[in-house]
């Protein structure tokens, strides 16, 4: 089994959908939850950030973690074009030293048409 | 601006010829990370460094070599390149007690 599994997708919504990303993984040890945006021939950019369990908003983001599932949501309200990108979730059991290495997902690209 | 910079940007080579990737951050970051990307499989760790000449494996190390001599550069080297070696390779850096890496622009490596 995967560390970290995340449908690759492809996934095409139209413009103004709401768009639900996720992430299932395997060790109970992360604590630290990630959603790294990656455009067509950039390099990825954190999106969004979440610590345990609870939820984030940030504009029309909002992050969800499950720790007891060990399930991890990114929902897109209003998704528009530029939205059009892969979507990467990571995760690591700390930030210092070793344990802030990311475990990454292989990323769902997703397209939002007009 | 803060950024991350690799170079080259894009390199096609030939089976067995050595080759250096450069990686550079103006962040002062402790913390440095090589990735490769591959469709179907995602981002993978190859080597990271902690600090000035602490280096450490990541998942897929094999036919690959760093080395961290300053805090700003860190350099990926492969002394023997063969076609599975065909990636893109990305760059990190982060804070030591910081979560959030950012990432360079990436280098496409074809070796034929």
């Known amino acids: 089994q995967k560390e970290v599994e995340q449908d690759p997708g492809p996934l095409s919504v139209p413009e103004g959908a709401i768009v639900s990303l996720n992430c299932t993984y395997s060790?109970?040890?992360?604590?630290?939850f990630m959603w790294y945006r990656q455009y067509s021939r950039k390099g990825p950019e954190l999106l969004m950030y979440?610590?345990?369990?609870g939820n984030k908003e940030d504009g029309r983001f909002t992050a969800q973690v499950d720790k007891s599932s060990k399930y991890i949501s990114l929902f897109i309200r209003d998704s528009q074009p530029s939205d059009s990108a892969t979507y990467l979730c990571a995760m690591s059991a700390g930030y210092g030293g070793s344990q802030g290495n990311l475990i990454f997902g292989k990323g769902t690209k997703l397209s939002v048409k007009p | 601006e803060a950024q991350v910079t690799q170079n080259p940007r894009y390199l096609i080579t030939v089976t067995g010829k050595k080759l250096t990737v450069t990686c550079s951050q103006n962040m002062n970051h402790e913390y440095m990370s090589w990735y490769r990307q591959d469709p179907g499989l995602g981002l993978r760790q190859i080597y990271y460094?902690?600090?000035?000449?602490?280096?450490d494996k990541g998942d897929v190390p094999e036919g690959y070599k760093v080395s961290r001599k300053e805090k700003r550069n860190f350099p990926l080297i492969l002394e023997s390149p063969s076609p599975n070696q065909t990636s893109l390779y990305f760059c990190?850096?982060?804070?030591?007690?910081?979560?959030?890496?950012?990432f360079g622009p990436g280098t496409r490596l074809t070796v034929t």
């Open positions: 979440t610590y345990s369990s």
């Open positions: 990190a850096s982060r804070p030591g007690h910081h979560y959030e890496q950012y």
């Open positions: 460094s902690m600090n000035v000449e602490v280096t």
């Open positions: 060790n109970s040890a992360f604590q630290y």
